[in-house]
């Protein structure tokens, strides 16, 4: 078992950016892909972008490529989104995810293990 904390949500106003932190204590960290998804009220989860076991390749959607950077640090167990030029449609839960499966990919299927998430809301 795998457990996923987010933290890092919270009101933000348009035009400003946040780091989202997901911790995963315990052994297996570096051996998980690692990725994250939204939320939002009223729609479907949605991806955001994906980062391999080393942090060596990574997978945006077309629509956050240009405002999110995912990393992680192994060491610390922990992976990161940051966010930048939020505009109030990013208001959502955001989530981490964890795949034991190779490769790095959007699909929800692929990922095992799921945060709680944590909050965002972006006011105009």
């Known amino acids: 078992q795998v457990q996923l904390v987010e933290s890092g949500g919270g009101l933000v106003q348009a035009g400003g950016s946040l780091r989202l932190s997901c911790a995963a204590p315990?052994?297996?960290?570096?051996?998980?892909?690692m990725g994250w998804f939204r939320q939002a009220p009223g729609k479907e989860r949605e991806f955001i972008a994906a980062?391999?076991?080393?942090?060596?390749?990574?997978h945006y959607a077309d629509s956050m490529k240009d405002r999110s950077t995912i990393s992680r640090d192994n060491a610390r167990r922990t992976v990161y989104l940051q966010v930048n030029s939020l505009k109030p449609e990013d208001t959502a839960v955001y989530y981490c995810?964890?795949?034991?499966?190779?490769?790095?990919?959007?699909?929800?299927?692929?990922?095992?293990?799921w945060g709680q998430g944590t909050q965002v809301t972006v006011s105009s």
């Open positions: 995810a964890a795949s034991a499966v190779g490769g790095l990919g959007s699909d929800e299927s692929r990922y095992t293990y």
């Open positions: 315990g052994r297996t960290f570096s051996s998980l892909a």
């Open positions: 980062v391999s076991r080393t942090g060596f390749s990574i």
